[in-house]
């Protein structure tokens, strides 16, 4: 698909606009101590996030990406894990380079923002605020505003809904798999970030055409086809 200027603008938090990995590397891995388990490199959560705590955990103690099933001590551990991830929540995460000028070229363009993240809503709004960017976005969607979340498209049409336009006139920006089913299942253009945590990036292969750029180029591309409606009388 081409790119054209949307109604609005729907982004994925871990992996597109933030590197939180590693703070759930750090709750992780306490997590694990709690239950006499060995710790895991910052490299291997970066693999296993992107479907919500809860698989991030069942991952952690499977100690591997493909799981069909839970863990055993996958609620107790998910319990723990909250406590430490609201402990560490914005110790050593960061916003990616350009995003906060990203944001507010596209905030310059009066295009309507928002998240939609598997992240818990507990730690969606305090994430975003310590990194000074919670008032860029008109509405939130969690991992746990609804029953279900991504890759079932029903928290982007939310979003959209939210923002009373058109999920099909939206771009969603993201990073994963999960971000790229979401999107094609919602009808919305997914821009992809050449970075992140996308598991297993053989999933875009069958996408050579998809988009791919960072938050202040998607901006920049995004301004130079609004000008021909600004110039217009």
């Known amino acids: 698909m081409t790119l054209f200027f949307p109604d609005a603008v729907l982004f994925d938090l871990d992996g597109t606009l933030v590197d939180s990995a590693p703070d759930l590397a750090t709750a992780v891995n306490r997590t694990l101590a709690d239950l006499d388990r060995p710790a895991i490199d910052e490299d291997r959560v970066r693999d296993w996030i992107g479907n919500g705590a809860r698989r991030l955990v069942a991952r952690a103690l499977a100690g591997r990406r ?3 099933a839970e863990p055993p001590q996958t ?5 723990r894990f909250f406590v430490h991830y609201r402990d560490c929540l914005c110790e050593r995460s960061i916003l990616y380079a350009g995003v ?4 507010a070229r596209l905030a310059a363009l009066d295009l309507p923002l928002a998240v ?3 992240k818990p809503g507990a730690f969606t ?8 960017i919670a008032g860029r976005f008109a509405t939130l969607v969690s991992g746990d505003t609804l029953a279900v979340k991504k890759p079932d498209p029903a928290p982007l049409v939310h979003a959209a809904e939210a923002l009373r336009v058109d999920v099909r006139r939206c771009l969603y920006v993201g990073d994963s798999a999960a971000d790229r089913d979401a999107a094609h299942a919602a009808g919305a253009l997914l821009v992809r970030v050449p970075y992140g945590y996308p598991g297993d990036d053989a999933i875009f292969a069958a996408h050579p055409a998809a988009l791919t750029l960072t938050v202040p180029a998607l901006a920049e591309r995004l301004a130079a086809l609004s000008r021909p409606n600004r110039m217009a009388p």
Do not use: H, R
């Open 75 to 79: 609620e107790v551990a998910l319990a």
């Open 116 to 118: 939609v993240t598997n």
């Open 66 to 68: 493909g799981i069909t």
């Open 125 to 132: 709004q305090p994430l975003l605020e310590a990194l000074g």
């Open 100 to 103: 906060a000028d990203g944001l």
